[in-house]
């Protein structure tokens, strides 16, 4: 969110979807089970299942892909749009009682739960979310949101002979009002959606990776 008058806010395409080393059930005698239960990283890192390799994650374009071959496009399609709609209206909820200040942005990380009729519940909304990786895609994830986000905030040469509506891996979706990316685009919501931010910067990682490496044999 880079102004709160008017409320305008960026959704950034990637993310991950968090998953229990536990398969679920809603039996009674499973509630004290917080490895079937709770997906936070604190609770699911004891679990036996859980390493580098394998840190119970997926991320959100392998969720979505997932879904699509399971429910159908259009159904996956109203469920993202439903997650962003979420979102959206949870920041339009506070806009009048959030102090603006030109100066200032907000970068949130949103937790959201999905049930089987493929539903979307909002469970929290994190002002201070952990950029902490478990993975090397998951730095890369969260090393494209900041980059991203910061090319936003500090109007870099990435922003300029851009429309406005995508910036790396983050498309405007609200500007005192919805924001309508193409009248004939049958997307509805860009979550899960292509990032171009992460092939490029998974690139860069790489590259200086292997001039380390180059260094340390000399």
Known sequence: VTCYAP????IYRSGFARFSGQRYSSSTASLSDTHMHLTNAAVQKTHQEYSKENDLK??????????VSQFG???VNALFAQIQNIIIQSLVCVQNVIINDKHCFELYGYDIMIDRQLKAWLIECNAAPSFSASSDHDYLIKFSVLNDCFDIVMNSDNCKGNDGLQIGGFDLVYKGGAVEHHNRCLITCYLGCLNPSLKKYKT???NKQN????????
């Open 7 to 10: 409320l305008t806010a960026y």
């Open 58 to 67: 997926w991320d959100l374009r392998s969720l979505k892909l997932y879904l």
């Open 73 to 75: 496009e259009q159904r």
């Open 204 to 206: 860069i990682l790489e």
């Open 211 to 218: 001039i380390k490496k180059q260094k340390h044999q000399k």
